[in-house]
């Protein structure tokens, strides 16, 4: 016995053509739509909706699927948080004990000093950049003041 009816196959066939003209758009946000397993999809989805034979729809729908990674998400996020700061406590406990701190120290301001260098430097080179381009309009402008002087006389 047959899992789809022919309309269904119709169905599914109009929403790849959709999708390849490029009038296919999804539900939710209204994007156009690339994917053709997600133009099958829709395909899908629209024959259920008229009725035609095509078997359900897996049991975690896409909203629920969503829902369901936003929590996991959100906890896993809390537990890393969690964890970080635990982290970050014993690691100055052992700094502590080790007395390596002080060398954490002086990496942080080499650091420091480096990033200011650099910035200096695109400073610097912004200036240079800007006295070019007034020499430049300056050139141009005196250029044309003698073109004018000649044409005058």
Do not use: F, N, W
């Amino acid at each position: 016995m047959a899992r789809y009816s022919k309309k269904s196959q119709d169905t599914v066939g109009d929403a790849l053509h959709r999708e390849k003209k490029g009038t296919l758009r999804s539900g939710r946000s209204g994007k156009k739509v690339t994917s053709r397993k997600q133009a099958i999809a829709i395909g899908l989805s629209e024959a259920r909706e008229k009725g035609e034979k095509v078997p359900d729809a897996p049991k975690g729908s896409s909203s629920e699927k969503k829902s369901t990674r936003k929590k996991a998400t959100t906890k896993k996020a809390a537990a890393k948080k969690g964890t970080a700061t635990r982290k970050r406590a014993t690691t100055k406990k052992a700094a502590a004990k080790k007395g390596t701190r002080r060398s954490t120290a002086k990496t942080a301001t080499r650091k420091r000093a480096t990033t200011k260098k650099a910035a200096s430097g695109r400073a610097k080179a912004r200036k240079t950049t800007g006295k070019k381009a007034a020499a430049t309009r300056r050139k141009s402008s005196t250029s044309r003041k003698r073109a004018s002087t000649k044409k005058a006389s």
